[in-house]
């Protein structure tokens, strides 16, 4: 697998594993509080991800 990709959830620990063994490309894994969900704060670091890829 190529070009970005994003996951934002609560448990990104064993994505990690699978992005280092599978993909090759940019990849932003953000974890986010599973008691809050995602906050303006979580927005904003994925779509300044987004705009630098």
Known sequence: ????LTA???QVQ???AWV???HR???LLHRVDSRI????RDFA???EWL???
């Open 1 to 4: 697998m190529r070009g970005p």
């Open 8 to 10: 934002a959830g609560w």
């Open 14 to 16: 064993p994505d990690r």
């Open 20 to 22: 280092s063994a599978h």
């Open 25 to 27: 490309g940019r990849a």
């Open 37 to 40: 969900g995602l906050t303006d």
């Open 45 to 47: 670091v994925l779509d």
């Open 51 to 53: 705009r630098v890829s």
